[in-house]
T-cell receptor, first 116, second 109 residues
């Protein structure tokens, strides 16, 4: 059981380039999330999904896109990279049994992205 | 909109002391509250999960309390050790998890 995995671990992009951050979970969780964490700051929600085929915007969605074609995968797409998108990106999943004793979020190790 | 605040932003204490980290939130209609630990340059490790119906949760030297009516949670660390040095984040769950900005804890040997 690998939990939540993210690739790549590190990436440097030039302004205007595009890339996809991959996230996969093997816990059969319904809910998946993408966060970004800027230096010295807390985590801000970019997008989330409550199940395959369903996605919704979080707090800071501009400049990003997501899709959820399977329960396991939740890729995050950056179309035109900007320096403001330099950050650490975390993917998370959650079972979704609201308020239950096992309703906790599990995080991937993060992707450190630099846009120059 | 849920807002989560953690005070203090940074804390230094000598090894062996007991300490309390604070977390407050504005919307008490939460499913649960989670405390995380984050080491520099690393991901998040879940420490404790308190369901909305619970008042506290314990794991080893850690004890977390929850008072939904006042919108507060505390994380108590007993007999602190240098290995406890990290940033501690609290997060409250509705449909989404809203994070505080964290408390950076340094334990002085």
């Amino acid at each position: 059981n690998a939990g939540v995995t993210q690739t790549p671990k590190f990436r440097i992009l030039k302004i205007g380039q595009s890339m996809t951050l991959q996230c996969t979970q093997d816990m059969n969780h319904n809910y998946m999330y993408w966060y970004r964490q800027d230096p010295g700051m807390g985590l801000k929600l970019i997008y989330y999904s409550v199940g395959a085929g369903i996605t919704d915007k979080g707090e800071v969605p501009n400049g990003y896109n997501v899709s959820r074609s399977t329960t396991e995968d939740f890729p995050l797409r950056l179309e035109l990279a900007a320096p403001s998108q330099t950050s650490v990106y975390f993917c998370a999943s959650r079972r979704g049994v609201a308020g239950g004793p096992r309703d906790e979020q599990f995080f991937g190790p993060g992707t450190r992205l630099t846009v120059l | 909109k849920q807002e989560v605040t953690q005070i203090p932003a940074a804390l230094s204490v000598p090894e062996g002391e007991n300490l309390v980290l604070n977390c407050s939130f504005t919307d008490s209609a939460i499913y649960n509250l989670q405390w995380f630990r984050q080491d520099p340059g690393k991901g998040l490790t879940s420490l404790l999960l308190i369901q909305s119906s619970q008042r506290e949760q314990t794991s080893g030297r850690l004890n977390a309390s929850l008072d939904k009516s006042s919108g507060r949670s505390t994380l108590y660390i007993a007999a602190s050790q240098p290995g406890d040095s990290a940033t501690y984040l609290c997060a409250v769950l509705n449909e989404k998890l809203t994070f505080g900005t964290g408390t950076r804890l340094t334990i002085i040997p």
